[in-house]
């Protein structure tokens, strides 16, 4: 079989899951006690996420996927 | 002052180009004493700077504009002095001052908001009018209902829409402080902006930011309703926040 341009549409890099536990924390609190506002019962699980986000480094900008690097030069030894 | 511009035009004087030498030293000097600003906004008033360390950026900075070769060897060079010790029969505790920056980063984010063509000094005189109006309508200090205010308004998350496929999914993400106390400042300018009889009261964009914050205090706001609503949105779509 022969492919004249060995190519692939790659994935988007997935945005990344900053403080995912006191987040999911947060919106199970809000299921629950139905307080969206975060007033009363879910005051604390809000704080929590809150003091999370301020110590949280981001990380930086991620690169785009290499797949197609790698294709286009592993293209020769596949003939 | 454009750097480009300023090379251009004074590298035909050879003094010019010295004294602008001598600035970027000194400006090298004074930003290395720019403490890091953290990403948040603090609750409590952060340490800039300390007196010693000032002292010494303004020995060096004149040490370095008069010009002489040797004007850093005191600083670099210095004997550690051996503090001495008064002996006072009563105790004395000395009490650490703790300066506090400039200006409030919140006030700061405010006025960066409102600003328009780059006019800072403008905005932060309606910034300090919404001071004023608060303090005027409350009797309380202001920078506190301001923040109360800010902090009560502001989203916790926000909802991002994600393609997975041909399904179109909405992930909730948390804000961090920064991006929480803009859109909070965002929604409360859209309400204020809008002149209208009926909707708000004051004859100033001040007056009415001060009257708008008040009410989400009180807790009858649209800001409130708004925010309400991305929670919710993000309460149904949970499920989504830990995926990928």
Same mark, same amino acid.
């Given at each position: ?79 | ?76 060079? #210095?004997? !550690? ?9 009563? %105790? @004395? =505790?000395? /009490? ?26 403008? #905005?932060? !005189? ?9 303090? %005027? @309508? =409350?009797? /309380? ?26 399904? #179109? ?76």
């Amino acid at each position: 079989m022969h492919i004249a341009k060995l190519k692939v549409r790659p994935k988007k890099n997935p945005p990344v899951n900053l403080c995912a536990r006191e987040l999911t924390t947060m919106l199970s609190c809000w299921a629950a006690s139905n307080d969206v506002m975060s007033t009363g019962a879910c005051a604390e699980a809000s704080s929590a996420l809150f003091q999370c986000m301020r110590e949280t480094p981001f990380k930086g900008k991620q690169h785009k996927p290499t797949i197609n690097y790698h294709l286009a030069r592993l293209r020769k030894s596949l003939k | 002052m454009r750097a480009g511009h300023f090379d251009r035009y004074n590298l035909h004087f050879p003094e010019r180009r010295r004294r602008r030498r001598r600035r970027v030293e000194m400006l090298s000097v004074l930003r290395s004493i720019r403490v890091g600003l953290p990403r948040h906004l603090p609750n409590q008033r952060s340490l800039s700077t300390t007196p010693d360390h000032m002292g010494k950026v303004m020995r060096t900075v004149s040490a370095l504009t008069t010009g002489t070769d040797n004007a850093l060897d005191d600083v670099i060079a #210095a004997p !550690k002095e051996e503090p001495e010790i008064i002996e006072v029969p009563v %105790a @004395y =505790t000395p /009490q650490f001052m703790t300066l506090p920056p400039a200006e409030d980063p919140l006030l700061h984010l405010f006025t960066s908001y409102i600003m328009l063509h780059g006019e800072r000094e403008k #905005a932060s !005189k309606t910034t300090s009018r919404v001071l004023l109006y608060l303090h %005027a @309508y =409350t009797r /309380q200090p202001p920078l506190e209902i301001f923040r109360q205010a800010l902090h009560m308004a502001a989203p916790a998350v926000r909802c991002m829409n994600q393609r997975r496929g041909a399904k #179109a999914i909405v992930k909730p993400v948390p804000l961090s402080e920064k991006q929480r106390m803009r859109k909070a400042i965002e929604w409360i300018w859209e309400v204020v902006n809008v002149r209208s009889k009926s909707a708000t009261i004051g004859k100033t964009l001040a007056e009415r930011t001060a009257r708008e914050m008040i009410k989400i205090l009180n807790g009858d706001s649209s800001v409130l309703k708004k925010k309400e609503e991305i929670h919710k949105v993000a309460m149904a779509n949970r499920g989504a926040a830990r995926g990928r």
